[in-house]
Nanobody, 127 residues
Framework: QVQLVESGGDLVQPGGSLRLSCLTSESALDYYSIAWFRQAPGKEREGISCTSHPDGLTRYAESMQFRSSISMDRAKSTVYLQMSKLEPEDTAVYHC????????????????????WGEGTLVTVSS
């Protein structure tokens, strides 16, 4: 099991920005790709983005394709999700996850390929 700890969730006003963090281990970043997902109340989980090391491959789902950016700081064993222009519909619990391959996750339409999940961090977008 890969340890993943999300942080950075908060209450933010519509139109605002937020950066989420996913702390894991250096070895996890060597062997796994890291993806971000979210699950809103009463809705199915949906993929957001995925990144891998050392090739720097990144993929984005349609959910936040032009309003999010994924990045990795390997020295801090952390993967970030920067989100902008947040809307109330973005209110959800955001999870990071370890996957064998971003390509496999995307090929499954973000439905499969996850090895481990973090507990999640709550993002609430409201005025």
């Amino acid at each position: 099991q890969v340890q993943l700890v999300e942080s950075g969730g908060d209450l933010v006003q519509p139109g605002g920005s937020l950066r989420l963090s996913c702390l894991t281990s250096e070895s996890a970043l060597d062997y796994y790709s890291i993806a971000w997902f979210r699950q809103a109340p009463g809705k199915e989980r949906e993929g957001i983005s995925c990144t891998s090391h050392p090739d720097g491959l990144t993929r984005y789902a349609e959910s936040m394709q032009f309003r999010s950016s994924i990045s990795m700081d390997r020295a801090k064993s952390t993967v970030y999700l920067q989100m902008s222009k947040l809307e109330p519909e973005d209110t959800a619990v955001y999870h990071c996850a370890a996957a064998a391959s971003c390509i496999a996750v995307v090929a499954s339409r973000w439905q499969h390929g996850i090895h481990s999940w973090g507990e999640g961090t709550l993002v609430t977008v409201s005025s």
